[in-house]
């Protein structure tokens, strides 16, 4: 595929979107989104892909937010259908997809660039990272998620603290919050986020698969998670990679996985 705000980079089963708009701090707009939930789709499809890394290009900005001249003149029908497709698209979709995604945050992750590090799996973080939910500044609220996804992952007060002053967190408060896991200088971040795929890319890809949809359960309304962990726990027994598994454990070998 060629894209015209993304890059794509593939190695050892593991995939690395680069969000390419350097002039812009790589902000959003609605081709670069439907690019990534192309891309997103593309990779997830890709059985030889075992996890996906987004990140941004250059050393300023991981997301910089939304291309705000995009929407200043929606009226307000338009701006629900703006976060509607938004989140079908590139958020939820992020969210639920089988393949983990692991988010590598340079820099800048404002506005929608925090929702889409949000919806990731997790996220790493460079020294120099900064991230934050200004949008009340342009009287308006965050609406690819943030209001959801910033509470469960660093708490309601802390979430309505950042929401409502529209303050940034540097990456070691971003740590403490629990918005990250890990802070890296700079210069490592991509190969030190490598690494971490690397570990996931060796274990069952289906596994993997069903323990996201289990861990996700627990966040949707209506949905028992333990429930679906039983239901996933008991899917796994069918499936070729639980019989390789635990073959190669008895038979005391290195295990190889094929994703089914």
Do not use: C, W
Request: charged letters at 20%.
């Amino acid at each position: 595929m060629n894209y015209e705000n993304i890059l794509i980079e593939k190695q050892n089963g593991i995939s690395t979107i680069i969000i390419n708009r350097p002039a812009k701090l790589n902000a959003l707009n609605k081709a670069t989104i439907e690019e990534l939930h192309l891309a997103f789709d593309l990779e997830n499809k890709d059985k030889s892909t075992r996890a996906i890394i987004i990140t941004g290009s250059g050393e300023k900005a991981f997301v910089a937010g939304a291309d705000i001249s995009e929407f200043a003149h929606f009226s307000v029908e338009e701006g629900e259908n703006l976060a509607a497709k938004g989140q079908e698209l590139l958020f939820d979709f992020v969210e639920n997809l089988s393949t983990p995604v692991i988010a590598a945050v340079n820099g800048f992750a404002l506005g929608g660039g925090l929702e889409l590090a949000m919806s990731a799996h997790f996220r790493i973080a460079s020294d120099n990272a900064k991230m934050g939910l200004p949008e009340v500044t342009l009287g308006v609220i965050p609406g690819y998620g943030g209001t959801q996804r910033l509470p469960q992952l660093v708490g309601k007060g802390r979430a309505m603290e950042m929401i409502m002053s529209a303050m940034m967190i540097d990456a070691e408060t971003a740590k403490n919050y629990g918005l990250v896991n890990h802070i890296v200088p700079q210069a490592e971040l991509i190969e030190f986020t490598k690494g971490i795929a690397s570990k996931i890319a060796k274990n069952s890809p289906v596994a993997i698969s069903n323990a996201i949809a289990a861990v996700n359960a627990n966040y949707k309304d209506g949905v028992n998670g333990y429930a679906i962990e039983i239901q996933n726990f008991g899917k796994s027994f069918g499936t070729a990679d639980f019989k390789e598994g635990t073959t190669a454990f008895l038979e005391k070998r290195k295990v190889e996985f094929k994703g089914e």
